[in-house]
C-alpha cells in the first residue's frame, strides 16, 4: 500500500482549474488524506458550495491516482466546516499575488458588512491607491479592482471567514 506522505507528495501536481498557479494544498480545499488496509480516502472542501472546478479537481486526482497504481480510492466532498481563506497557505498567497491576483487579507471582507470595500494593495506596484470595479471577478470567490496609480485592473481574492 501507499504510503500517506507520498499521496499527500503525488496530490501536490494536482493546480487547481481556475487560478493553475496554485495547488489544491496551497488553496487549502485538501483537507485530508487517510490510508486505511483497503484504501486510500482524500477529503478535500469547495472555496463555495457551488464551485464548478470541484468536479474537475476530483476528475484530476482520479486520473493521477489512477495512473499511479492507486486503484482504490475514494474522494470525499465535504462543505462542513466551511472553507476559509485562512486555509491557504502562506506560498499559495505569494503565488497569487505574482500571479497578478490580490491575496484575501487576514480580517473580514468589509464590503460585505458595510458599504465601504476594503483598501486592497495592487498586486503589480503594491500602491494602496485601488478601486473595486465589481464586487463580483473573474469567479464568485474574487471582486475586480483597479489601481489608480499604474491603471491595472486586478482580481482581489475575497476573504471568507
Known amino acids: 500500500m501507499v504510503k500517506k506522505n507520498k499521496v499527500w507528495e503525488l496530490l501536490d501536481q494536482i493546480s487547481d482549474p481556475e487560478i493553475p498557479v496554485l495547488t489544491i494544498r496551497d488553496l487549502g480545499i485538501l483537507r485530508d488524506v487517510e490510508i486505511t488496509e483497503e484504501k486510500v480516502v482524500v477529503t478535500i472542501t469547495p472555496?463555495?458550495?457551488?464551485?464548478?472546478?470541484?468536479?474537475?479537481?476530483?476528475d484530476d486526482?482520479?486520473?493521477?491516482?489512477?495512473?499511479?497504481?492507486?486503484?482504490?480510492?475514494?474522494?470525499?466532498?465535504?462543505?462542513?466546516?466551511?472553507?476559509?481563506?485562512?486555509?491557504?497557505?502562506?506560498e499559495g498567497r505569494v503565488k497569487l499575488r505574482?500571479?497578478?491576483?490580490?491575496?484575501?487579507?487576514?480580517?473580514?471582507?468589509?464590503?460585505?458588512?458595510?458599504?465601504?470595500?476594503?483598501?486592497?494593495?495592487?498586486?503589480?506596484?503594491?500602491?494602496?491607491?485601488?478601486?473595486?470595479?465589481?464586487q463580483f471577478g473573474s469567479t464568485a470567490c474574487k471582486a475586480h479592482y483597479q489601481c489608480n496609480k499604474c491603471l491595472e485592473p486586478f482580481d482581489y481574492f475575497k476573504c471568507l471567514k
Not at 50 to 55: D, L, S, V, Y
Not at 105 to 129: G, M, R
Open 98 to 134: 505574482e500571479y497578478g491576483i490580490a491575496p484575501p487579507e487576514n480580517e473580514i471582507d468589509k464590503s460585505v458588512l458595510f458599504a465601504e470595500p476594503p483598501v486592497i494593495s495592487c498586486p503589480k506596484c503594491n500602491s494602496e491607491d485601488t478601486r473595486m470595479v465589481s
Open 47 to 58: 472555496t463555495y458550495s457551488g464551485c464548478p472546478a470541484m468536479t474537475t479537481i476530483e
Open 61 to 90: 486526482i482520479s486520473a493521477l491516482f489512477i495512473k499511479e497504481g492507486i486503484q482504490d480510492f475514494d474522494i470525499n466532498l465535504v462543505l462542513s466546516p466551511a472553507w476559509t481563506t485562512d486555509w491557504m497557505s502562506e
